[in-house]
């Protein structure tokens, strides 16, 4: 499916109650390297609870195929892949048209 336009991505990570800090490290070293990837308008890391949330919003769908095996990514994953609670969720997201065009979507 060819997408025109921004991508929107929303990556979930759970890591293990030992491990929270040594997978926040990662994460954050890796926002680092993605801004600096082409196309990447944003990356933004959240936490709650040993829970990170990579809100994502990527020029078109090149740049999110890309960014899905660029160097940054594998050193995430290989980083963290035994340190967290299960398996990442990683979903795009297609826009829903509802309510003001000024707030219902990501801006670069």
Partial sequence: MASQGPIVVVATMK???ESVDTVRDACTKAVEAVHNEPGC???ALHESDGTFVFVE???DADALKTHSSAPA????FGTVGELLDGAPDIKTLQPVVAGDPAKRQLRS
């Fill in 73 to 76: 990514i594998a050193t995430l």
């Fill in 15 to 17: 890591a293990k109650p």
């Fill in 57 to 59: 919003q990527w020029a």
């Fill in 41 to 43: 308008e944003l990356y």
